[in-house]
T-cell receptor, first 110, second 113 residues
Framework: GQQVMQIPQYQHVQEGEDFTTYCNSS?????IQWYKQRPGGHPVFLIQ?????EVKKQKRLTFQFGEAKKNSSLHITATQTTDVGTYFC??????????FGSGTQLTVLP | ETGVTQTPRHLVMGMTNKKSLKCEQH?????MYWYKQSAKKPLELMFV???????ENNSVPSRFSPECPNSSHLFLHLHTLQPEDSALYLC????????????FGSGTRLTVV
């Protein structure tokens, strides 16, 4: 897999505020995947990006892949309490083995 | 249900015990994985079984032994574990080349005493 660094490690927001987590790599990534893990749960696949500059949306979630394919972001607009959890980015290399970032733990305060 | 079933959900074992974790996928995927998730650490890939070929992380101790009898079943055999092996063990499956991401099971919460 390819090494990915994720920031921030923790984020507390007030309900209704926006939230962004970032994923960075020193090398070009072949793809980037995003997962959400609810407290006490397991990672759930959200989306995969493969093209340079790609932007995909899922309701209030916007996913971006950088032009150089070395970074990615997940942005949540107007957070809700149901958004609570840890968001992981992940990438697979030539061996197609997925390497995960350390995750961003999101807390949404009502 | 995710389509990937792990048993047991919780396991407490002594350091001299031998136990096995089981994973079964009903998705028709052709690859299965074991991941370890410890507090404050990224998900660590332990083993990959892909099209009946095994790939492993060389840093995984030999007290962890995987077995994949067919494309739907995956086991993780445990023996003489250490307290630092306490973690959430997650099984996942995927269809290689499809780009749909991994499907994870609910995990086995392992405590070594």
């Amino acid at each position: 897999g390819q090494q990915v660094m994720q920031i921030p490690q923790y984020q507390h927001v007030q309900e209704g505020e926006d939230f962004t987590t970032y994923c960075n790599s020193s090398t070009t990534l072949s793809n980037i995947q995003w997962y959400k893990q609810r407290p006490g749960g397991h990672p759930v696949f959200l989306i995969q990006l493969v093209k340079s500059g790609e932007v995909k949306k899922q309701k209030r979630l916007t996913f971006q892949f950088g032009e150089a394919k070395k970074n990615s972001s997940l942005h949540i607009t107007a957070t809700q309490t149901t958004d609570v959890g840890t968001y992981f980015c992940a990438s697979s290399g030539s061996a197609r083995q997925l390497t995960f970032g350390s995750g961003t733990q999101l807390t949404v305060l009502p | 249900e995710t389509g990937v079933t792990q048993t047991p959900r919780h396991l407490v074992m002594g350091m001299t015990n031998k136990k096995s974790l089981k994973c079964e996928q009903h998705l028709g995927h052709n690859a299965m994985y074991w991941y370890k998730q410890s507090a404050k650490k990224p998900l660590e890939l332990m083993f990959v079984y892909s099209l009946e070929e095994r790939v492993e992380n060389n840093s995984v101790p030999s007290r962890f032994s995987p077995e994949c009898p067919n494309s739907s079943h995956l086991f993780l055999h445990l023996h003489t574990l250490q307290p630092e092996d306490s973690a959430l063990y997650l099984c996942a499956s995927s269809q290689k080349g499809a780009g749909y991401g991994y499907t994870f099971g609910s995990g086995t919460r392992l405590t070594v005493v």
